[in-house]
């Protein structure tokens, strides 16, 4: 999808850390890529990004924005339409699993309506207020993709172990939104492929407590993930929109 014009607009939503930050350092380095946007939350969590809009002044812009903010969502967007008229790529690469007393449960006692209203806020609400605010972007002749990072333990058909009831249940929320989204996409934005995709276990914060199980070869580096995420997207076609996919291609249960 990047080599076909050098004039391709791609935005990463969530990219201070982990797989996000991995997404803009690979774009960076794509002669395809005219100009990467970036957003974060907190900037002394994202030293290592603003860095780097530093080392490329003409090609990277970091844009602040929490995504449960629908006002911070639609002012971003807003500066993004000042600079550019149509998007290519965006990458939505924010979740959250764990965070201070926010952990994932282990038994139903442990269920409490505050963790889940964080979890849904996060890992599903944000994703379908983008999909809203950047259809205008996305109106164009080109080919673009919209990809959400959800996970394969979203998947209800897939759930054999139960537990982690907010993030589970968020993550498949997610990928009913991306689904109502890639219909509707399909009827206003048409040349727009929205997709959820699993990336597979990744070196990263987010999976840190949770690594001791996982098999070496199952484990993937940044760099390894943002790669098969990429190859992945650059197949993707048309009749692809509104499907799950793993970090290998095949198509995950819903």
Not at 201 to 211: A, G, I, Y
């Amino acid at each position: 999808m990047f080599t076909h014009t050098d004039s391709c607009n791609a935005l990463i939503v969530g990219a201070s850390q982990g797989i996000g930050l991995g997404f803009v350092k690979k774009l960076l380095q794509l002669q395809g890529i005219n100009r990467v946007y970036a957003t974060y939350r907190q900037p002394e969590s994202a030293v290592e990004l603003i860095a780097l809009s530093d080392q490329y002044p003409e090609k990277l812009t970091c844009l602040r924005v929490d995504i449960t903010d629908e006002a911070q969502i639609s002012q971003g967007v807003q500066l993004l339409r000042a600079e550019i008229d149509k998007l290519h790529l965006v990458v939505n690469c924010v979740g959250v699993l764990h965070e201070g007393t926010l952990q994932p449960e282990k038994s139903l006692k442990q269920v409490n309506s505050e963790n889940l209203m964080r979890y849904f806020q996060v890992n599903s609400i944000g994703a379908v207020l983008l999909a809203k605010h950047l259809l205008p972007l996305f109106r164009h002749s080109d080919r673009s993709v919209f990809a959400s990072i959800s996970a394969k333990i979203g998947s209800i058909g897939d759930n054999q172990l139960g537990g982690w009831y907010g993030y589970r249940a968020s993550k498949a929320a997610l990928n009913m939104l991306m689904r109502n989204v890639a219909i509707e996409y399909g009827r206003t934005s048409p040349k727009t492929i929205v997709v959820t995709l699993h990336p597979g276990t990744t070196d990263t914060r987010l999976s840190k407590p949770f690594q001791k199980n996982v098999p070496t070869e199952k484990l993937f580096s940044v760099e390894l993930t943002v790669n098969q995420l990429l190859a992945v997207i650059d197949q993707l076609q048309i009749e692809d929109s509104g499907q799950f996919f793993s970090w290998d291609g095949s198509r995950l249960p819903w």
